[in-house]
């Protein structure tokens, strides 16, 4: 697919909660194709301790209103200065990159979209779309806390949506891999964004499973183009980059101890 | 307009821009964001004579204005490079040289061997000091016998000119300088990184695999200029300037150095199209102070 | 509270962090914005035999997070020193530690024996790697004789610890590591600034006087690391890191790296106080993380 | 005199010309006394390509609003990302740093104080002073154009002024130097601030009648301490700190070839 290095407006900053920041990016010429579980790289200035781009993930992309949807954890300097956006602010993006979740792959497949903390934010654009291709998503989302469940309405707009908290504060206590619905539901496959543990969790359950399961990753890189060669993933065809070769990859080809 | 087209060692280039090795694929992965044809020239990653799968994850650590890394020349190999790059890249409207990197004289040579058999490769860069590798690499790099091992070993099987790349992780940079011309070298690029280190204080650990690594970016250009301007003094042959250019006036102060190409490298990862803009920026650089050429500037330093 | 008091080389420090040599004056510059007593110990400026002017203006460049400069030793002699200095200083509720240079093994011998008879200087730095003086300074400390010969001729003169202060600009730093050891030093300051230049290209000149000059700031910091952790395997007298440091997180990385103390330098321009905010975030650190002494990081990087 | 590390706040931010910021500060507690002609070190938030602090000399000084004053040129990114500082924000000052203008010598004395461009800054308050303390001050003011003139109203509020410009848009034709008042007026003593050539220059004109000059110096500095020794001057007691020693020198401890 065609990338672009684009100056974005920025129109419309929010705060989910406290330590996320959903930023609304529009454009003046029509946005680019961009496929779920895809990403962009921003550049993020006025951090004098930011120097490499900030690859974040495709939160949402609304067509009709030519809005592209970045939902962003604000843990380092950088994340935090893009948290300082105003709208009318211009962001630099360099997108889209990488590969993608898997498109439906046959009529009314039931998909079970596993997301942790901020690693929900792809599958809400997965989501739609797989619904509108005429599959049946199910989202679990899990967090740490009730308030760490973001975009729970948008979620629940668009297929059923199963939650676990760490303290029990929302839906089931304790771990996604716990919930209820996996011991109760059957799926054709599963798509998983999250925290390394949280996957390599689920990873395991779909393969006790048989269940086909592909993991979004999100390794440390610097180009988002495969060039710099930093992000790579062992698999079994070798160390690839996770920019270019991922960041989705089937478990099946990835080298975890699972 | 001025002219600012630049002949590195026989070799003709539209402009003095050239993409460092390692830092912009084999060009290719950058065309839908800049015209590849508006670049001096490319030089496509660390090619060795058989594959390597580099180092382990994590590879990369952010430091103050630049960044270190550990990939260890992963590469697929010479003949993977001849065989499956090479048809792409050949008629690109651009010199494209490769750098060759390896863990003995001989596996240079015979790298170099199959590259030389290349037409529209005209040079190759000889990697004699990358700091991410256990053999090889930069250990051959900062004595003067192994950088002429590498590069005499490399004169006898490759007939274009040879660019040997330069560590500055030496004590006196002048002294390798002077040994892989009187070697054989048509030109050198300098420098390659500064080997650097980054800790991670919550797992107590080094955060690259290897705990060490190639540090890159605006921080080290101070050290690179100083390399460029003792090395433009020590020998005759053309000095290739890189280390932390990211704008016209970087590459400027490269060129006033005694640089006669510069080369930009980490840079890339921040803006894929910034090769271009530096390129135009000399352009204009040089029409707004009314030189002709860039010839002008070129090792045109006073002190 | 953690304890976070330090023993280098025999010389007990309130706590690990020091004021590097050139960046605090003589301290009682700063007296107005930080309480001195809160400092583990201050590191005067640079002080040789004979007064010195120093190089001419312009001495200092602005670079990608930090800065060079080429003062070149700048100071009254160690005369002055003595007689007008040190009765100012003596009294300080911290550690007052002395730089000394020189441009011959006799000059260094005669100037640390003359701040041997000051009781309240409990060591001196011998500062082997200036990069900013034409004789001397680097020129001794990046080799193995030239560094051992300026250690050895202190050595007599000098019955206190001594410290020597390692050049980063060379090809194996572990090397000159274990010949000061060996020639007598009690303990190792590392990394002395790395040698750059910077170019104004309008005037077609380079900005320092001295065209190069030193490079500091977190731009090092990297660098910096990569040679504690060469240096602290190399030898077994104490390393003091230093290069870049401007916060409790970058000292905390030099500790795990096998630093007993730190030094803080160019950031004392960004933030006077940044000497005593640094010991408390160690302190503060060591809490949160359980720790009952900075004893518990020093050199545990694991690997 | 005591040195301070405050965090000002920004009361208010004017631009008397595009090229130049007005920014006014002020703080909770009483600021500290301050002498014409000293200076502050700034830092500077937010500029990735500014490492150190920036000089900036005092402007002016509202005891009676607790203001201190900083009018800058805006000529590169550390200055510019001054220029985009807003009412509220905080900047964090170390200062008073330098020695300053001397007092007023004996009542009634006639001191002429040349300003080039943004030079002008420190004349102000110590016009006032000046006059203050029973002296006659006179302004000769010059620039490039009539909009480089800066503050024009508010040293006209203080004493006679006389300019030149460059272009001729204002005042005489030509440089300070070349002003009639050199050759009309008698005056007991000079001080001067501006670009290098125009003080040298100043300083010519001194020495041939006579009269004592004291002229503000601009090196490249760090630390603005006297640590660094990188701002150093060439005097006749060898090279000595212009943030300690000066910025104020007297032209006959300079080694100028005037």
Redesign the interface.
Known sequence: MQKFLRDLTVSEVSFPHKRYVLIKLTDTQPLPPMLPGQFVEVKVEGSPSTFLRRPISINYVDTAANQLWLLIAMVGAGTRTLGTLKAGDHLNLLFPLGNGFSPMQQQGETVLLVGGGVGVAPLLQYGKVLKQQGAQPIFLLGSRTAEDLLQLDLFQAIAPVYTTTEDGSAGEKGFVTQHSILSTMHFDRISCCGPKPMMVSVARYAKQTNTPCEVSLENMMACGLGACLCCVEKTVKGNVCVCTEGPVFNINDLTWEI | MADIHVNLAGISLKNPVMTAS????YGT??A??VNLSDIGAIIV?GTTLHPR??N??????????????C?GL?NKGVDYFCTHIYPQIKDLDTRVLVNVSGSAPEDYAECAARINALDAIPAIELNISCPNVKQGGMAFG??VEGAQSVVKAVRKTYHKPIIVKLSP???NIADIARAVEAAGADAVSCINT??????D?E????VLSI??GG?S???????A??CV?QVAQAVSIPVVGLG?ISTA?DA??FL??GATAIQIG?A??????VSVKVAQGISH?LDQHGCRSVQE?IG????
Do not use: H
Not at chain 2, 203 to 206: D, K
Not at chain 2, 268 to 273: E, M, Y
């Open positions: 390692g830092t912009f694929g992965e950058f839908d964001l990653k799968q580099g382990d994850y994590p590879r990369m650590a952010e430091t103050a204005s630049g960044m270190l890394n990939v992963q900062v004595t992780n030496v004590t500064l080997m650097g280190m980054a800790i204080i797992r107590r650990r080094p705990a060490t540090l970016g605006p921080c080290i250009k101070p050290v200029l100083r301007w932390g006036t400027i102060e006033l150095t980490t890339n990862f921040l803006d894929p199209a650089w500037i045109q330093l006073e002190s």
